[in-house]
């Protein structure tokens, strides 16, 4: 238990740090095109035990999609799109127009 408890942790360590490299990013290279970004790494967030529970970072890092949703930051797309299927697409970082 202890140890799931650790890498719980470890994980949302490296989900908060890695939305907030996004967002850093983001804020320095303003002027450069976001959709022309990568796309977000949704393997990463996907669970691996069927009695997993979602939890993403609670940081604002806007991902579009093409189903006209905004996301609170990718973690929440890539969950969108792993519970609902792969008709949910990355359209571009930041809002949907």
């Not at 006209?68 to 609902?84: P, R, S």
Request: charged share 20%.
């Amino acid at each position: 238990m202890r140890r799931s408890s650790c890498l719980h942790q470890m994980m949302t360590l490296f989900l908060v740090l890695s939305t907030l490299t996004h967002v850093t990013s983001s804020a320095l290279i303003k002027s450069r095109n976001l959709a022309s970004w990568p796309k977000p790494p949704c393997k990463m967030y996907y669970p691996t035990d069927p009695d997993y529970e979602a939890f993403c970072p609670d940081v604002a890092a806007y991902v579009c999609a093409t189903n006209g949703l905004t996301y609170k930051n990718e973690c929440f797309f890539c969950i969108d799109q792993w519970e609902f299927g792969r008709h949910i697409a990355f359209v571009k970082y930041g809002k949907c127009d």
